[in-house]
């Protein structure tokens, strides 16, 4: 059975930073594509990045591209979404995914993934 255990979540001041980790269960991690996404109350769960198995391929959207840098040590089946300069507006529970196969051309959308870790807060002070 394949597990997602996020961490690193909490309280950051905007304009500092933060370093989330997601720990993947699983032996065959390092063939998964991953992402992570983030969603608010009452809004859908939004991309904010994504990575191709071998690290080679990352994908973000406008609103953190420049800001977080997502990355992958497929040696310790671990996944990381630095977070550079954040900004209220990026107060979410962020969201680790695991996709079962290689990274799709649809990796924004949360129905590309088959597992996903149980959320950790990130809260950006102003």
């Known amino acids: 059975q394949v597990q997602l255990v996020e961490s690193g979540g909490g309280l950051v001041q905007a304009g500092g930073s933060l370093r989330l980790s997601c720990t993947v269960s699983g032996r065959t991690f390092s063939r998964y594509a991953m992402g992570w996404f983030r969603q608010v109350p009452g809004k859908e769960r939004e991309f904010v990045a994504a990575?191709?198995?071998?690290?080679?391929?990352?994908y973000y959207p406008d609103s953190v591209k420049g800001r977080f840098t997502i990355s992958r040590d497929n040696a310790k089946n671990t996944v990381y979404l630095q977070m550079n300069s954040p900004k209220p507006e990026d107060t979410a529970v962020y969201y680790c995914?695991?996709?079962?196969?290689?990274?799709?051309?649809?990796?924004?959308?949360?129905?590309?993934?088959?597992?996903w870790g149980q959320g950790t807060q990130v809260t950006v002070s102003s």
């Open positions: 995914a695991g996709r079962r196969s290689s990274i799709s051309v649809s990796y924004s959308s949360q129905y590309e993934y088959d597992y």
């Open positions: 990575i191709s198995w071998s690290g080679g391929s990352t």
